[in-house]
């Protein structure tokens, strides 16, 4: 089990940007896949940015260009740096981590989310 806590949400402006964070309550090196989400007001959740254990990433085209997710494995800490915000972007952003059992099972875990709003 981990527990993950988002923070770093907030209201900006149009063009403004956002530092979002995820903590876990252990050592992020336990899971082989970090990811972010969002999910806007009657929409469904949406893959935003992912990196992979070795470091390799990837990212939604919402979000190519504009948003960069890192790690700091000393800290146990996922981020999503966002640029240029705009209103479109606005929802509960999510990140999610993911770890292979012995069987080959994987297993999902989420954090409860922060909300980013982009309004002038």
């Known amino acids: 089990q981990v527990q993950l806590v988002e923070s770093g949400g907030g209201l900006v402006q149009p063009g403004g940007s956002l530092s979002l964070s995820c903590v876990a309550s252990?050592?992020?090196?336990?899971?082989?896949?970090m990811q972010w989400f969002r999910q806007a007001p009657g929409k469904q959740r949406e893959y935003v940015a992912g990196?992979?254990?070795?470091?390799?990433?990837n990212y939604a085209d919402s979000a190519k260009g504009r948003f960069t997710i890192s790690r700091d494995n000393t800290k146990n800490t996922i981020y999503l740096q966002m640029n240029n915000l705009q209103p479109e972007d606005t929802a509960v952003y999510y990140c999610?981590?993911?770890?292979?059992?012995?069987?080959?099972?994987?297993?999902?875990?989420w954090g409860q989310g922060t909300q980013v709003t982009v309004s002038s």
């Open positions: 999610n981590v993911r770890k292979r059992g012995p069987s080959g099972r994987t297993y999902d875990y």
């Open positions: 990196m992979l254990g070795g470091d390799s990433t």
């Open positions: 252990r050592s992020i090196s336990d899971f082989y896949y």
